[in-house]
């Protein structure tokens, strides 16, 4: 668990949904994680469900996908719009 009580699982992320959203499959269902690479594996803070989909959160990269690049810090990086 984590500090806030949400339960917290590992897991590789297998694909990307519409949006952008890692997708890994968990033993209670299908997590999206923003964010979340295939081929990472990752620590998910689960953080809600909704229609039978669990939400989460990247709480840890374990193992980054190769396809994971270096990030470069934006001062507007969630606000633009611009990258997801």
């Known amino acids: 668990m984590s500090d806030t009580g949400e339960p917290i699982v ?20 299908v997590c999206m994680v923003p964010y979340a ?3 990472d594996t990752v ?13 989460g959160q990247i709480h840890e990269v374990l193992i980054p996908s190769p396809e994971r690049k270096t990030v470069y810090e934006c001062p507007v990086f969630g ?3 611009g990258c997801s």
């Open 10 to 29: 590992t897991a590789t992320i297998s694909g990307v949904a519409h949006g952008g959203y890692g997708i890994a499959r968990l033993k209670d269902g």
């Open 37 to 39: 690479l295939p081929g």
């Open 43 to 55: 620590n998910i803070k689960i953080i809600g469900k909704m229609r039978g989909v669990l939400w």
């Open 79 to 81: 606000e633009c719009g």
